[in-house]
């Protein structure tokens, strides 16, 4: 495990006195307790239950999710007996993370069941396994202010002790004069006599009969120094999981499948000699998922064609210096050589003495393998764009022109490969500028862009593999709200699946959806100092590691550390992620313009906002029983209010947006011209009506489809969106239409009493006839659709539209979607008619009547009038009851009447 620079501490051992099994028990849970508690946990040690015992109980602070901890210190295999205990433990107290960390390392059996849990994508419980390297790792981070203290040689290699105490030191074995072997030591010098670690190698059955001394002090030329390269290399680290905002891993990541398949096909190419290119750019905007992508090809590589391709992944934000090409070439293919995909190692010394890389003697035996093997060798230098930001760091093109100039030439079997964030502009005096130009005739670019619709689908699916099956309402929002951009998908999800474990989904709206109120509640977590470190973080990102600890301390960045605000690549530190960066540095975030189409009718919203006049609070229930609506159409209509900012969110109720009035249509109409101007449809019609007068129906359906992801709506669906999308652009002012074209509105007021006619209220004034009412429903189940023109049919077909059977579409009507799927799954035309006349609030009001009155219409009457605010004429009062008498007697929900 490399360190710092191209010190090595390689691994760790553990020296006690007394090595009785309690003692070793109790001295490694207090040792595990230490790096559980630097990565950020509250551990309670030794806890017992009834019938049984956990070694630590480990709770992370952030998210407040126990983990029960077994620590098994012994050098026999860990037996898959210790993986079902640890997982029936946590499962009898419903714990759903559970950890083993082990000194030893797995028997078969263990290493299989390990393989079957880590690959079990919902398991009920997650378990996590920390190996004697994860323990390493550990220890390394948190006594990294003692070990920077000891005078470390920068290319030595060294193991780390810990005593009984929990003390670091390090030490180092020298066999040149076998077999008389020695151990050198660097320790803290005011802690212990160099006599009391003689004693604990003496103890040690693996070291007993070495000679210790203590290190003497090294002297280190300056120019000898600044031979060896300094620069930590790191690879491209996966997140945890889903949830994190790192890279995704391979088995989390969703698309993407054509440019996968391109650029395999580009390097099978290569080992084909079919191409003489050998430099490729995977391009795209920030958040796009450029390292998820490499993180897929490399593991697709690995799993298909692992015997022939090798691919290392580096972290450019880990680059400290100009040396950073260079160490980075020398690492990956010692990287190839330690897992077995090449013999040869490179020397340090032999690259730094040579005039070029690939001509280097033993860069060039490795070339040599690779052809002579038909293998080819993939390094690819992610966050380019990092290197941009540090003048320090202009010497790295440098080294990259020759690299890149020596590949070119060659045409041998090393792939150079870089990403980096599209839109990135050089001035002239920058040297990367004369770099990237050099290599546009050379390289082939691959640009990696927006989600489809089948993406954004399948990684709402990981999600919900993960968690919970989310309802389609909020599903819709998700789809809608991310439009297709990768990383504002992956952070509604997040948020809204981290909602749902302490919210219902009824409970949830679409107003939380909002990009910047998700980065507000990212910093109103944090302290006055971790505000004040992100924000120097950002300004400064890539910078040390050392020197944010140096001016914040250890806690403020281990606590953004683990709210995973911020990220650790190699000795430099940088915000978890680009668009929150530039948030930082902005207060801005990219600009996304509302995208949502309302899913209720116009007449529902409006018909709703009276509700919550005057002054009312109201909750979904209320609103569900006032309007008479069902749930599901009451959600979407809630979700409408909320996206339309016209109610807002107090506690667990509802009540009106107190900055506007929506006390007449005048304010409801002003208020959704403020609000929808700001629409993605509304700026794209404004920009078309510029140049000419009007566009068609059509044109907006096409704007519309293309809002969403690829393949997310099918053409019909996007004319009902139209359809019903265009009844409140007319009724808030911004347009009109005669039904096939839209136009700007340049004079006069919107006519209101459109909306409130007896046959548009929604509340279902019925003036058709029912049998007629079935033959048209017949006639669409058949044709497809009705002719909206057809002679008589006028007010049977608005009746239908009044119970949400139908939908007008220019000159003919189709089922609503609704109605769609319940005839699809069976229903038949008379049952589905039968139902929606029952959810009319006016239908059924008549209906409770009949049971009282008889067949007293009058009477019937004046029991409604005043619910409905009614003003009809005697007349009025027997042709509107009756018709829908015969409505109820036609579908059976009455005793039959015969229909005239």
């Known amino acids: 495990m490399r360190y710092k620079g191209t010190i090595m501490i390689t691994d760790v051992e553990f020296f006690l006195h007394d090595s009785s099994n309690p003692k070793k028990g109790e001295f490694f849970e207090k040792l595990s307790k230490y790096i559980l508690e630097h990565y950020g946990y509250e551990v309670i040690e030794r806890v017992r239950f009834t019938g049984m015992e956990i070694d630590l109980i480990a709770c992370d602070k952030v998210t407040q999710n126990r983990i029960f901890v077994e620590c098994k210190y012994h050098r026999d295999p860990l037996q898959a007996s ?7 433990k946590c499962t009898f107290k419903k714990v759903s993370t559970g950890l083993l960390i082990y000194t030893s390392s797995l028997g078969k059996e263990a290493k299989g069941l390990r393989d079957e849990v880590e690959q079990d994508v919902n398991p009920a419980v997650r378990l996590l ?28 290699s060294y193991i780390m002790g810990i005593d009984e105490n929990v003390i670091p030191f390090v030490f180092s074995i020298d066999s040149s004069q076998a077999p008389k072997q020695s151990i050198r030591v660097f320790r803290k010098m005011d802690y212990q006599a160099i006599e009391y670690y003689s004693r604990l190698f003496e103890s040690s059955e693996q070291f007993c009969g070495y000679e210790v001394s203590e290190n003497k002090e090294i002297v280190v030329n300056d120019d000898l120094a600044n031979k060896h390269f300094k620069d930590t290399v790191a690879q491209i680290s996966p997140g945890d999981d889903i949830f994190d905002y790192r890279p995704s891993k391979p088995i989390d990541f969703v698309g993407r499948a054509d440019l996968i398949d391109e650029v395999e096909k580009f390097l099978y190419a290569v080992q084909k000699k079919e191409t003489r290119t050998r430099l490729i750019s995977i391009e795209g905007p920030s958040g796009y998922g450029k390292s998820s992508f490499l993180l897929k090809l490399a593991d697709g590589l690995k799993s298909k064609r692992g015997k022939n391709f090798f691919t290392y992944l580096v972290d450019c934000r880990s680059a400290t210096s100009g040396a950073f090409i260079t160490t980075a070439l020398i690492e990956a293919l010692n990287e190839g050589n330690r897992a077995g995909f090449i013999k040869n190692r490179v020397k340090s010394d032999d690259v730094q003495n040579s005039l070029s890389y690939l001509t280097c003697e033993s860069i060039k035996q490795i070339i040599d393998e690779l052809e002579q093997q038909n293998k080819v060798f993939i390094l690819f230098f992610d966050q380019f764009e990092e290197i941009l930001t540090k003048l320090s760091l202009n010497p790295v093109f440098r080294n990259l022109q020759r690299l890149f100039n020596e590949v070119i030439a060659s045409e041998t079997n090393i792939v150079i490969g870089f990403s980096f964030r599209s839109h990135v502009y050089f001035q002239e005096n920058n040297e990367a500028y004369y770099v990237f130009r050099s290599t546009e005739d050379h390289r082939l670019r691959f640009e990696i862009g927006n989600f489809t619709s089948k993406d954004v689908r399948s990684l709402i699916k990981q999600f919900e593999k993960r968690t919970v099956s989310l309802t389609a309402p909020i599903r819709r929002r998700i789809e809608e709200q991310s439009q297709g951009l990768p990383w504002l998908l992956k952070k509604l999800c997040i948020h809204v699946f981290k909602q749902l474990k302490i919210k219902k989904q009824s409970e949830f709206f679409a107003s939380n959806l909002n990009i910047q109120s998700l980065f507000i509640s990212d910093l109103e977590k944090l302290s006055v100092t971790e505000k004040r470190c992100l924000q120097y973080i950002a300004e400064n990102s890539p910078i040390g590691f050392d020197q944010v600890i140096d001016r914040f301390g250890d806690d403020t960045i281990n606590q953004l550390q683990q709210q995973r605000l911020v990220i650790k690549t190699g000795t430099n530190c940088t915000i978890y992620w680009d668009i929150f ?31 919550f006049l005057p002054d009312k609070k109201l909750t979904k229930s209320s609103l569900v029983q006032s309007t008479d609506y069902s749930v599901k159409t009451v959600m979407n209509i809630i979700a409408d209010l909320l996206m339309l900012e016209i109610v807002i969110m107090d506690k667990n109720k509802l009540l009106l947006n107190r900055t506007s009035k929506f006390s007449s249509d005048s304010d409801i109409s002003n208020h959704l011209y403020d609000v929808l101007s700001k629409h993605a449809i509304v700026i794209d019609i404004d920009k078309r009506l510029d140049i000419t007068s009007s566009i068609s129906i059509n044109d907006v359906s096409e704007m519309i489809l293309k809002l969403y992801p690829e393949g997310a709506l099918t053409y019909k669906t996007a004319k009902t969106y139209t359809s019903k999308f265009l009844k409140f652009l007319v009724y808030s002012g911004h347009y009109v239409t005669d039904g096939a074209a839209v136009s700007k509105r340049t004079e006069g007021s919107v006519d209101f009493s459109s909306y409130y006619t007896p046959n548009r209220t929604g509340i279902g004034v019925l003036s058709g006839s029912p049998k007629k009412a079935k033959e048209i429903c017949e006639k669409i189940k058949r044709d497809g659709h009705y002719d ?41 035309i008379e049952n589905v008619i039968k139902e929606q006349l029952q959810k009319s609030t006016y239908v059924n009001a008549i209906k409770e009547e009949l049971a009282h009155a008889s067949r007293d219409y009058i009477k019937i009457y004046e029991k409604i009038s005043d619910r409905f605010d009614f003003k009809w004429s005697d007349s009025s009062v027997k042709r509107n009851i009756s018709t829908v008498v015969r409505w109820l007697s036609f579908f059976s929900v009455i005793p039959l009447i015969e229909d005239k």
Request: net charge neutral; hydrophobic share 40%.
């Open 82 to 88: 210790d993986i079902h205990m640890i997982n029936s």
């Open 788 to 828: 909206k023109a057809i002679s008589g049919s006028r007010n049977t077909i608005n009746d239908l539209s009044l119970l949400s059977i139908v939908e007008f579409q220019r000159d003919a009507i189709f089922f609503s979607e609704s109605i769609c799927l319940s005839i699809s799954s069976g229903k038949s």
């Open 129 to 156: 396994f920390w190996d004697k390297e994860k323990i390493l790792e550990g220890l390394l981070s948190k006594f990294k202010h003692v070990i920077d203290g000891f005078n470390l040689h920068p290319s030595g």
């Open 581 to 611: 960066k530039e948030y930082l540095l902005t207060e801005r975030t990219p600009v996304i313009p509302f995208s949502s189409i309302p899913q209720c009718e116009l007449t529902m919203l409006l018909k709703s906002i009276k509700e």
